[in-house]
């Protein structure tokens, strides 16, 4: 099932299903070098997701700012390899939305926890938005935030489940978006968790 969520935007159901033994894997691999951690905002204030990164480049939040890194600054060492499989999903997926040749770059990998939110926000740290990002999501539902090129554009929502895979680019690529408040739950690969992916060409 196909839905489109504007333009150039679209959520494919169910369509990670098929790499998802790859995912856990990598998810496994990945965390095990790289731990899951709470970035600081510019702010100093702590997020409430926490977040590892995999393949070329990371994205990073301290107090220099929102930036992509190519070292983990907690072990500084280049961060986990991002698994061919991986790549291949976000290329597939990127082409059934008009996206051809999509190659991944980056991986930031979220968690949420019961009780987890994302704020709207814009994803602009990468080096051209010409490029879609790919989003891969795990575990517990959790509920979209959609809205417009203006944060005050008021937002719809839509429910994203274990294996659904939206893929964002264009004229959308810009959009406010967000996660609300992931409710309390159990899920039988992840437990009391949701896991996002997104799939990104964040260099040059
Ligand atoms: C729409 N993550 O990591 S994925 C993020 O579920 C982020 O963890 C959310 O927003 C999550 O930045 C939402 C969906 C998503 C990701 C990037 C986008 C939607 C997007 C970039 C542009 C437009
Ligand atoms: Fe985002």
Redesign the pocket.
């Known amino acids: 099932e196909i839905i489109s969520l504007g333009e150039q935007?679209a959520l494919l159901r169910g369509y990670a299903l098929p790499w998802e033994r790859h995912l856990l894997k990598a998810i496994d691999t990945i965390t095990s070098q790289a731990f899951w951690r709470r970035l600081q905002t510019p702010g100093g204030r702590a997020m409430s997701?926490q977040t590892t990164n995999s393949g070329s480049w990371g994205w990073h939040s301290d107090k220099q700012g929102y930036r992509y890194v190519g070292t983990d600054p907690l072990t500084e060492k280049p961060w986990p390899e991002l698994p061919a499989e991986v790549i291949g999903l976000a290329k597939n997926a990127a082409a059934h939305v008009g996206f051809s040749e999509f190659i991944a770059d980056a991986c930031?990998i979220?968690r949420y926890q019961p009780g987890t939110q994302?704020g709207l926000?814009?994803?602009r740290d990468e080096y051209s938005f010409e490029h879609p990002?790919v989003?891969v999501?795990l575990g517990l539902p959790?509920r979209?935030l959609w809205g417009g090129l203006q944060r005050s554009d008021r937002p719809s929502r839509i429910e994203?489940r274990h294996g659904d895979v939206?893929v964002?680019g264009g004229v959308?690529?810009?959009?406010y978006?967000?996660?609300a408040k992931v409710a309390d739950g159990y899920h039988p690969q992840l437990g009391a968790q949701r896991i996002?992916l997104?799939l990104r060409r964040a260099g040059p």
């Open positions: 935007s997701v930031l979220n994302m926000h814009q994803d990002i989003s999501s959790a979209f994203l939206v964002w959308d690529r810009l959009r978006h967000g996660i996002n997104t």
